[in-house]
């Protein structure tokens, strides 16, 4: 995966002049650390490459501690000068999506430009709007994929430790604490390997769990006891929220980050949704988890909720109404097969 492209990714890197650094719509800890972590190391090695992190949102509170995190662009907040940016750049590196509609708007900004187009992503099913892929289904995160192609560039010996911790928070968040899309002993290996390099895993573990509001636990609560639904003839669970009910616990973007994982901890239940209404009542949200080897999440939100992801984390949105799209799973619940 990285041995042919690598030398076509160093001379890119040593020929271009502005480069963008590109991540999905919501950021969560992969799409940020991976951003942020390669961001700074480009910064460093190539000072004659004027390079920028961008996302299409502002990612949530929780990984706002990040190096660079504050210097990054956000394309919904400042439109015109991310335009301008991403027009002049000859060079977009696209991470942690598969798909240019990932970064919505953005990719229109993209799709206008003639920079070369360098995927790195660990999604299934990358499109072929690409001119150079680093895609890896069995990665356990983009940031596992980020520090080996640094040390496939010779940069090993260049990381720094804010480098080191941006990159061990994706993998930490996308492996749910290696719990699991760990599909060898290589995220071990490199966490391992970020340990050498002076990170305190401890306090990243904090900063990521543990700086939550107390609204949003009791958000939690009320969501679990009062809202969770099981469908145990299908395997299944799911919650959903209206934005009454969120704006009744203040909720901020990243609050509901991990609540769809709850419901798979009960006995039987293999496939977990949860929705909520989208802040501007366009659509609902969608997440989907489930666990083992039958249900490919990914197939159901393709098909059925106009997204995609992993086989067992995905996501995508319903047009309609909460109630109608809860509705819509338990029919789609009833025709499948398991
Ligand atoms: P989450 O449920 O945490 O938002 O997302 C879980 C996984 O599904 C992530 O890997 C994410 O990239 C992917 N995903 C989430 N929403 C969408 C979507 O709207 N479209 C696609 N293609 N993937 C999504
Ligand atoms: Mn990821």
């Known amino acids: 995966m990285i041995g042919s492209n690598i030398e076509a990714l160093g001379v890119l890197l040593g020929n271009s002049k502005r480069c963008a650094i590109l991540s999905h719509i919501n950021p969560d800890g992969d799409a940020v650390g991976s951003s942020l972590g390669f961001w700074s190391y480009l910064q460093k090695t190539h000072p004659e490459l004027e390079t920028k992190a961008i996302f299409p949102n502002r990612f949530p509170e929780f990984l706002a501690w990040m190096p660079l995190a504050s210097d990054s662009l956000i394309y919904a907040e400042n439109k015109d ?23 919505e708007e953005l990719g229109a900004e993209v799709k206008k430009g003639t920079a070369t187009k360098i995927l790195i992503d660990h999604h299934p099913q990358p499109s072929d709007e690409f001119d150079l892929v680093f895609s890896n289904t069995a990665a356990s995160s983009t940031c596992e994929l980020v520090y080996k192609i640094i040390v496939a560039l010779g940069g090993r010996n260049t990381l720094t430790k804010g480098e080191a911790e941006a990159l061990y928070v994706g993998i930490l968040t996308d492996t749910g604490s290696f719990n699991h899309s760990v599909n060898s002993p290589e995220p071990f290996r490199i966490a391992a390997d970020l340990m050498e390099l002076g990170i305190d895993k401890d306090e990243i573990a904090s900063k990521v769990f543990e700086g ?23 395997k299944a669970a799911y919650m959903a929220l209206s934005r009454e009910e969120l704006e009744r616990f203040q909720f901020k973007a990243g609050d509901a980050e991990g609540f769809v994982n709850y419901p798979l901890s009960i006995k039987g239940i293999e496939v977990t949704a949860f929705f909520y209404e989208s802040l501007d009542r366009t659509h609902i949200r969608v997440s ?10 990914n197939e159901l939100a393709r098909k059925y909720f106009n997204g995609g992801g992993h086989f067992n984390a995905a996501g995508g949105k319903y047009f309609g109404s909460l109630k109608n799209c809860c509705t819509y799973f338990e029919n789609v619940l009833k025709v499948q097969s398991w």
Not at 288 to 297: A, F, H, N, P, Q
């Open 288 to 297: 989907l988890r489930s666990k083992g080897k039958e249900i490919s999440v």
């Open 212 to 234: 939550y509001s107390g609204s949003r636990l009791r958000l939690l609560g009320y969501c679990l006891s009062e809202k969770m639904q099981l469908i145990p003839e299908k």
């Open 81 to 103: 000068a991310v335009k301008g940016y991403v027009a002049g750049c000859n060079l977009i590196m696209c991470l942690d999506f598969n798909n240019l509609y990932r970064i």
